[in-house]
């Protein structure tokens, strides 16, 4: 394996470890001015309600595009060619799914999280801890994620090797947005957001016309220098298979991974949650629209970003990095810039993971306090000031949950990481969510067996699959691509569980309805006027 000097000649990380300051200090400050307000409840859940339409959708477009956009994609791209960009694809399609499906009817519905929905006509308590519980092992997975980014993004930056100096830095990781979250609540981390997202985009937009620039603007000759520069496997960039076509497990591997891609989004507790942040369904409306072209764009930009880190580093340096693939677009700055561009790029990968980590904290935060704390335990009686304390107690055991599992997870490829928190929700969230909007027959039952019946499904297939344990080792790199090393207790033989965990979750959703006598059809008609409509959704959100 090349030595860390050797993969990173040229970077910096004094210069690195400055801007990284620079950026928190900023940040810090800016979160400390905007929570300066934050008093009641709804002002830490919800940011008071107070942004726009287009100040939210690029607030969403920052929470949606994660490490694993930018880093994940990019690096997948790089060393997989058209499968990696099949990421890119399903996430986006998943976002049409989300905005054609739930965001309205969920904003017109709840309050502060996916447990109100689903509380508003079904037995409170029950309903209300299983969404909690859901709500935070799907945020922990994406946390997963986010943190196994930050390790290699900071080991590759600042010459750190070793895996007990990475585990400090992704504890410095969980620190800092821990601080976000106790200080600023939902309007610090929703500035954060948009600060974030502008700077992504403009970084990666910047990246994208340098990539272009060296080959003439000319996409194909870019292609085919990725192609070069990948030696005899080039040509398996630009078709499908390099990763997902070697044999049929394979290949349902990739069908239970997009599957588990397009529907997720519409069932992550985080993204959902940015709906209550604006004061009507029309501003709701014009951020989806904002959110939908700018993740669209930024999306385009991961195919140049992607070939031209395989055309201009290699898939084998790539992979070799401190990082592994996820090092692929700080290494492609690096090689266009010098250090500077890869200073800059890569705090705006750091900013990248700081702010989605702080807004999967606060979901998880608020849905422990306002769901079960307030609702469950206090039966309705707690005060706003109670529930907001208990909310950043949670907040600060979710953040030391975070590191514990960001230490295990990293190395691990962050776009595949969030493909697995996808395929939690989509499997525990989005048959109830659907369900409960769509179906008048459905019950409190029918809820709790499709949540943790998900739950319970997809957890236990993703500690079989390999992608726990049981890879074969790489003989270029000397290490499994499965999480644990040296062990083996896989039988389920997919990555992903969607394919199986998302049908279970559906059934298993209307058997238990069916067997239940459970029926209230005014609740559902009342239910249904005000999603469809917002009748009654103002007054509701200011109660």
Same mark, same amino acid.
């Given at each position: 394996?090349? =030595?860390? @000097? ?16 620079? #950026?928190?200090?900023?940040t ?10 934050t ?9 008071g %309600? ?7 959708? +690029? ?7 994660? &490490? ?27 976002? $049409? ?7 309205e ?7 502060? =999280? ?5 509380? #508003?006509?079904?037995?409170? %308590?029950?309903? %209300? ?11 922990? #997975? ?100 390099k ?5 049929? *497990? ?12 397009v ?9 959902l ?26 999306? $385009?930009?991961?195919? /140049?970003?992607?070939?031209? @880190?395989g055309?201009?580093?290699g898939?084998?340096a ?37 702010? /989605?980590?702080?807004?999967? *904290? +606060?979901t998880?935060?608020?849905?422990? &306090? ?21 909310? %950043?107690?949670t ?6 949950? &975070? ?17 697995? @928190? ?8 989005? !048959?109830?969510?659907l ?6 027959r ?8 499709? +949540? ?11 500690v #079989? ?31 992903? !569980? ?5 049908? +279970? ?29 917002? @009748? ?8």
């Amino acid at each position: 394996m090349k =030595t860390l @000097a050797a993969s990173v000649e040229g970077s910096n990380p004094t210069l690195n470890i400055t801007i990284f300051a620079l #950026f928190v200090v900023i940040t810090l400050v800016i979160v400390f001015r905007a929570s300066r307000n934050t008093k009641t409840a709804s002002d830490y859940y919800a940011a008071g %309600r107070a942004f726009t339409g287009p100040q939210n959708g +690029i607030a969403i477009s920052g929470d949606y595009l994660s &490490a694993a956009s930018f880093l994940g994609i990019a690096g997948a791209i790089a060393v997989y060619g058209y499968d990696g960009f099949l990421y890119s694809i399903g996430f986006l399609v998943a976002w $049409l799914v989300a905005l054609l499906l739930v965001a309205e009817l969920l904003r017109n519905t709840g309050k502060f =999280t996916m447990g109100d929905v689903l509380a #508003f006509r079904m037995k409170q %308590r029950p309903v %209300r801890a299983a969404a909690a519980i859901s709500t935070l092992v799907v945020s922990f #997975f994406y946390l997963l994620a986010q943190m196994a980014g930050a390790g290699g993004l900071v080991a590759l930056l600042l010459g750190i090797d070793g895996k007990a100096a990475q585990a400090l830095v992704i504890a410095v990781v969980g620190v800092i947005m821990i601080a976000y979250v106790l200080i600023g609540g939902m309007k610090g981390t929703t500035w954060v957001q948009i600060i974030k997202a502008a700077l992504l985009i403009v970084g990666a937009l910047a990246m994208t016309l340098w990539v272009l620039g060296k080959y003439g603007f000319n996409f194909s000759s870019l292609l085919q220098g990725a192609v070069d520069k990948a030696g005899e496997a080039g040509e398996a960039l630009l078709g499908p298979g390099k990763q997902y076509g070697k044999n049929g *497990t394979t290949k349902l591997d990739f069908f239970s991974l997009g599957i588990a891609l397009v529907l997720g989004t519409a069932g992550l507790p985080h993204v959902l949650m940015r709906f209550y942040t604006v004061p009507t369904a029309r501003e709701a409306r014009r951020s989806v629209v904002w959110a939908i072209v700018l993740i669209g764009v930024f999306y $385009l930009f991961t195919l /140049v970003l992607g070939y031209g @880190a395989g055309a201009l580093v290699g898939p084998d340096a790539i992979k070799k990095a401190p990082g592994g693939v996820n090092s692929a677009a700080p290494l492609l700055a690096l090689n266009l810039g010098g250090p500077i561009l890869l200073g800059l790029i890569s705090a705006i990968a750091f900013a990248t993971i700081l702010a /989605v980590v702080a807004g999967l *904290t +606060i979901t998880a935060s608020a849905s422990f &306090a306002h769901d079960v704390y307030a609702n469950v335990l206090k039966k309705g009686k707690a005060n706003t000031g109670s529930e907001v304390r208990v909310a %950043r107690i949670t907040a600060v055991v979710i953040g030391i949950v &975070a590191i514990l599992g960001g230490i295990l997870a990293n190395g691990q490829n962050v776009a595949f990481l969030v493909a697995l @928190a996808f395929a939690v929700a989509a499997s525990a969230n989005l !048959p109830t969510i659907l369900y409960s909007l769509f179906w008048k027959r459905f019950n409190t039952q029918g809820a709790l067996w499709s +949540i943790y019946g998900g739950l319970i499904v997809t957890i236990v297939l993703i500690v #079989f699959s390999p992608a726990v344990s049981g890879k074969p080792v790489d003989p270029k790199t000397g290490k499994s691509a499965s999480m644990l090393q040296g062990v083996d207790f896989h039988w389920f033989p997919l990555d992903n !569980p969607g394919l199986i965990s998302i049908p +279970i979750a559906f059934v298993l959703g209307w058997l238990g309805t069916i067997l239940s006598k459970e029926n209230d059809k005014a609740k559902f008609a009342e239910m249904e006027v005000r999603a469809l409509t917002g @009748a009654g959704a103002e007054k509701a959100v200011q109660h």
